[in-house]
């Protein structure tokens, strides 16, 4: 059985940082690339970040850059995801999906491309 299994997510306070993983089982993230994106109830989900199939290239929503970085270790079948200084705003259910790919960099954030997604982790910002 395919699975991706997302954790890390929690309650923190303005300012801090949590750091999510994607765990993949059943499959190789090898020849995938992998995006996080979030989602708040009544909106629609929305890209965050994602990482190219060898890592060589990452894309991030403007409103993360400078504070999230997205990383992989294909050895353990991972990707992460670290948030900095996180805000109110960053409230939202977090998904990881993963898209198979031919290409090394090629980068989107089109979910009708991802092949598989994870159930999601909560992130809540509160003072």
């Known amino acids: 059985q395919f699975q991706l299994v997302e954790s890390g997510g929690g309650l923190v306070q303005p300012g801090e940082s949590l750091k999510l993983s994607c765990v993949a089982s059943g499959f190789t993230l090898e020849r995938y690339r992998v995006g996080w994106f979030r989602q708040i109830p009544g909106k629609e989900r929305e890209g965050v970040s994602l990482?190219?199939?060898?890592?060589?290239?990452?894309k991030y929503a403007d409103s993360v850059k400078g504070r999230f970085s997205i990383s992989r270790d294909d050895a353990q079948n991972t990707v992460y995801l670290e948030m900095n200084n996180l805000n109110p705003a960053d409230t939202a259910i977090y998904y990881c999906a993963a898209a198979y790919t031919a290409s090394s960099t090629y980068t989107s954030f089109l979910t009708h491309e991802y092949d598989y997604w994870g159930q999601g982790t909560q992130v809540t910002v509160s003072s």
């Open positions: 990482i190219s199939m060898t890592g060589s290239a990452t």
